[in-house]
Nanobody, 124 residues
Framework: VQLQASGGGSVQAGASLTLSCVAS????????MGWFRQAPGKKREFVAA???????KYGDSVKGRFTISRDNAENTVYLKMNSLKPEDTAVYSC???????????????????WGQGTQVTVSS
């Protein structure tokens, strides 16, 4: 299984970015997908997740600004990030749930497959 995240970059505060994560090698459909981020010196933080049915959850710090979506035909999950702030600066990683057809999960322990991460830097 491979998860390839892309779309990061360096932007000014207030700008938008869309991250993509392409999953390959997952057997069958139904896997929930999540985005997590980690800034230097900080713990990994839950950003957003979407399950097999399209139910979503967001971390409190990104609610109303970020939108997660998925394209099952393309095995891709997206994270649309609007109104970016300097505190959004981090390495963003996508992950696939260890179970199929589960509820939306927000804890890293529930995710079995991880991508390599993409850097997002927001300057003021």
């Amino acid at each position: 299984v491979q998860l390839q995240a892309s779309g990061g970059g360096s932007v000014q505060a207030g700008a938008s970015l869309t991250l993509s994560c392409v999953a390959s090698g997952l057997t069958g459909n139904g896997y929930g997908m999540g985005w997590f981020r980690q800034a230097p010196g900080k713990k990994r933080e839950f950003v957003a997740a979407i399950n097999w049915s399209g139910s979503v959850k967001y971390g409190d710090s990104v609610k109303g600004r970020f939108t997660i979506s998925r394209d099952n035909a393309e095995n891709t999950v997206y994270l649309k990030m609007n109104s970016l702030k300097p505190e959004d600066t981090a390495v963003y990683s996508c992950a696939a749930d260890r179970d199929r057809y589960s509820i939306v999960r927000v804890f890293p322990v529930n995710y079995h497959y991880w991508g390599q991460g993409t850097q997002v830097t927001v300057s003021s």
